[in-house]
């Protein structure tokens, strides 16, 4: 296993929620790392994605203000902090790692060529 996806969970609207990406036994230094989501019945789409090389980052405008993705080298692990969460928030977290040098195009699915098992989060009202 490749990508470790984890912290997902039910929580109430308006609460944070911390989700991490694991790498174990893999470096992914010049890859873009990006997280996901795909709610019941709906397609998978973009969140957000981070460079390890320089901490680029980019986001969906749906999340800008509520969600951050950040990387920790030493600990080989990418975070998708996020904040004030809404029921529509809902769905199953997906990180993913891709060799992409054209940033515009990092928010593709077929940009990416690992993925993690993903995670779920649960927003109550």
């Known amino acids: 296993v490749q990508l470790q996806a984890s912290g997902g969970g039910l929580v109430q609207a308006g609460d944070s929620l911390r989700l991490s990406c694991a790498t174990p036994?893999?470096?992914?230094?010049?890859?873009?790392m990006g997280w996901f989501r795909q709610a019941p019945g709906k397609e998978r789409e973009f969140i957000a994605a981070i460079k390890w090389s320089g901490g680029s980052t980019t986001y969906v405008d749906s999340v800008k203000s509520r969600f951050t993705i950040s990387k920790d080298n030493a600990q080989k692990t990418v975070y998708l902090r996020m904040n004030d969460l809404k029921p529509e928030d809902t769905a199953v977290y997906y990180c993913?790692?891709?060799?992409?040098?054209?940033?515009?195009?990092?928010?593709?699915?077929?940009?990416?060529?690992?993925w993690g098992q993903g995670t779920q989060v649960t927003v109550s009202s």
């Open positions: 993913a790692a891709g060799y992409g040098t054209i940033w515009s195009e990092m928010q593709a699915i077929r940009a990416y060529d690992y």
């Open positions: 036994g893999r470096t992914f230094g010049r890859y873009v």
